[in-house]
């Protein structure tokens, strides 16, 4: 523990230990079966919560840290196999992140990377290195997990296009506002608290009407195709404005044993 506290201060960042109580839902994220990680706050502001189970066999291993980026890259090795973290800051808040596990990174700016979509990728091959972690360059812009990435020939419907309209993965976060989107493609789900990521219509109507009854539904898609053109705002970052449209794509955390189970919610 005192080892991960000396990189975490490193970082400039406070963290806490605490036991693991899986019946508490606010014992943090669980990342493994026997670990979790989340950001909580207390009066001196944002600290990281490790949680572990009190047999746990997992080890933890910090990788990497770079002090004036204000990131480090963590490694859990047990049973479940390894799984690699990437924990920061961002603008006004502390974040963390998991990495997809088909991608053994060691460096903070490898773990960044391998956050970035195929697409993303291969719009930076002509960016400087140095350039390529910058929040905005000129093959794309970025605002927390999602990516924007200009779209110039993207030809749409304007009757289909919608206004101060939210995109999201699953429902337990705030929603990022678009002021123009146009989106088609993907999959009709039902979503309600109960189902943050959605039912398909066959999962929906298996439900007794008692379990419909118990939350209120919304009707979206499940990773769609979306664009979006204006201002995208967020409580958590600055605002970006998108002259022209732009395709969205989420980072590649979903790819992750840790994040595997959210979706791209519109």
């Not at 066959?202 to 664009?227: G, I, K, T």
């Not at 969205?248 to 790819?255: A, F, G, I, P």
């Amino acid at each position: 523990m005192h080892v991960l506290e000396r990189a975490f201060e490193r970082m400039g960042a406070r963290v806490a230990f605490a036991e693991l109580d899986r019946r508490n839902r606010f014992s943090g994220r669980v990342v493994a079966g026997d670990l979790a990680l989340d950001v909580r706050e207390d009066r001196r502001g944002e600290y990281f919560l490790i949680s572990r189970d009190p047999f746990s066999q997992t080890e933890l291993v910090v990788l990497d840290v770079q002090p004036r980026d204000r990131h480090l890259l963590l490694l859990s090795r047990g049973t479940e196999g390894k799984h690699r973290y990437l924990l920061g800051h961002d603008e006004r808040h502390w974040f963390v992140a998991g990495i997809p596990e088909n991608t053994a990174v060691s460096r903070v700016r490898d773990a960044k990377q391998a956050l970035k979509p195929d697409l993303v990728q291969k719009s930076e091959l002509g960016i400087r290195m140095k350039d390529r972690d910058r929040r905005s360059n000129n093959a794309r812009v970025r605002q927390g997990e999602w990516f924007f990435v200009p779209s110039p020939q993207v030809r749409l419907e304007k009757l289909l296009v919608f206004r101060n309209e939210p995109i999201s993965r699953g429902m337990g976060g705030k929603p990022h506002m678009c002021e123009e989107l146009y989106r088609f493609g993907g999959e009709t789900v039902y979503v309600s608290p109960g189902a943050q990521n959605g039912l398909t219509e066959d999962q929906y109507q298996r439900l007794s009407d008692s379990e419909r009854s118990r939350w209120q539904w919304r009707v979206m898609r499940r990773n769609p195709r979306v664009y979006v053109r204006g201002r995208v705002r967020h409580p958590d970052h600055k605002t970006v404005t998108l002259d022209g449209w732009h395709e969205v794509l989420s980072n590649t955390e979903n790819l992750s044993h840790a994040m595997r189970n959210i979706a791209f919610l519109d």
